[in-house]
């Protein structure tokens, strides 16, 4: 999500849109007109959600998933859905030495085709705000590909 929602209500509403888009920017929420006055932060549809080795929940949506497998980015992976998931849950992790929200999760496998020996899953690690004023965690794949280590 790019830019700021404008909404047609009261000053303090589009004040709290616009800190509601500010606070989860880019993340995998779409927000739908306000009703009543009422802004609504509703999450796409979840695929999946694995736990990794050291117990944060980690999850791909479907809209993610079909932007990985696309013709244009990493159709390899289609038939590879399940090594995704293991590598998440006990592949190798490194963090971004730039961004310290991104991480690197790679695991090796015997089956990959072509030349590729690991699947390797980019994963983003944020807070959002709960309905109840609750901080959570909010960590999920961006993209996943295979490539060849060694």
Same mark, same amino acid.
């Given at each position: 999500?790019?830019? /700021?929602?404008? %909404?047609? !209500?009261?000053?303090? $509403?589009?004040?709290?849109?616009? $800190? #509601?888009? !500010?606070? +989860? @920017?880019?993340?995998?929420?779409?927000?739908?007109?306000?009703?009543?006055?009422?802004?609504?932060?509703?999450?796409?549809? +979840?695929?999946?959600?694995? &736990?990794?080795?050291?117990?944060?929940? %980690?999850?791909?949506?479907?809209?993610?998933?079909?932007?990985?497998?696309?013709? %244009?980015?990493?159709?390899?992976?289609?038939?590879?859905?399940?090594?995704?998931?293991?590598? #998440? &849950?006990?592949?190798?992790?490194?963090?971004?030495? /730039?961004? !310290? &929200?991104?991480?690197?999760?790679?695991?090796?496998?015997?089956? /990959? @085709?072509?030349?590729?020996?690991? #699947?390797?899953? %980019?994963?983003?690690?944020?807070?959002?705000? *709960?309905? /109840?004023?609750? +901080?959570? *965690?909010?960590?999920? +794949?961006?993209?996943?590909?295979?490539?060849? !280590?060694?």
């Amino acid at each position: 999500m790019s830019g /700021l929602i404008k %909404i047609n !209500t009261r000053r303090g $509403q589009e004040s709290l849109a616009e $800190q #509601v888009v !500010t606070a +989860i @920017p880019n993340e995998p929420f779409i927000s739908s007109r306000p009703k009543q006055g009422k802004i609504q932060v509703v999450p796409e549809p +979840i695929r999946w959600i694995v &736990q990794d080795r050291y117990s944060n929940s %980690i999850y791909l949506t479907q809209k993610r998933w079909e932007h990985i497998i696309e013709s %244009i980015n990493h159709p390899e992976m289609e038939e590879y859905e399940e090594e995704l998931k293991e590598t #998440v &849950q006990s592949g190798v992790r490194k963090q971004d030495s /730039l961004n !310290t &929200q991104k991480y690197r999760y790679s695991k090796e496998f015997d089956n /990959l @085709p072509a030349d590729n020996t690991h #699947v390797v899953a %980019i994963v983003l690690f944020r807070l959002h705000e *709960s309905g /109840l004023g609750e +901080i959570e *965690s909010n960590n999920f +794949i961006v993209t996943a590909y295979q490539k060849e !280590t060694g």
